[in-house]
C-alpha cells in the first residue's frame, strides 16, 4: 500500500516556473513507477509524465514535453515535477499516481492516487 500526498500547487503566471511534489509513505517507494496526470474542469484525466522506479526512464505528452521535468529521489521517497514555462491550458488539478514496477499513460494502469493540487496559470 502507498499513500501519495501532493503539494507545490497554487497560481503561478504564464511563463514563470513551478514545482510540484508528492511524497509517498512506505518503504517500497523504489519499486514504484509513478505517474502525474491531470484533470481540467468538465475534461478527462490526462496523462503528463511518468518515470520508471529507477528514474532512468521518462515519458512525457507531447503537450509538455521540453517545459515539464518529472524526477524522483527514492531516499526522499518523492516525486517532482518541475514546470517551466507553464500555459494557462496547463490550468488543471495535478495528480501523483503510483504502479508496480513499470509506468503507463492511462491512469488505469495505476493503483494508487494522491488527492491532487491545483495549478492555476495566469495569462
Known amino acids: 500500500q502507498v499513500q501519495l500526498v501532493e503539494s507545490g500547487g497554487g497560481l503561478v503566471q504564464a511563463g514563470d516556473s513551478l514545482k510540484l511534489s508528492c511524497a509517498a509513505s512506505?518503504?517500497?517507494?523504489?519499486?514504484?513507477?509513478m505517474g502525474w496526470f491531470r484533470q481540467a474542469p468538465g475534461k478527462d484525466r490526462e496523462f503528463v509524465a511518468a518515470?520508471?522506479?529507477?528514474?532512468?526512464?521518462?515519458y512525457y505528452v507531447d503537450s509538455v514535453k521540453g517545459r515539464f521535468t518529472i524526477s524522483r529521489d527514492n531516499a526522499k521517497n518523492t516525486v517532482y515535477l518541475q514546470m517551466n514555462d507553464p500555459k494557462p491550458e496547463d490550468t488543471a488539478v495535478y495528480y501523483c499516481?503510483?504502479?508496480?514496477?513499470?509506468?503507463?499513460?492511462?491512469?488505469?494502469?495505476?493503483?494508487?492516487w494522491g488527492q491532487g493540487t491545483q495549478v492555476t496559470v495566469s495569462s
Open positions: 499516481a503510483a504502479r508496480r514496477v513499470t509506468f503507463g499513460t492511462h491512469s488505469n494502469d495505476y493503483n494508487f
Open positions: 512506505g518503504r517500497t517507494f523504489s519499486t514504484y513507477a
Open positions: 518515470i520508471s522506479p529507477s528514474g532512468i526512464t521518462t
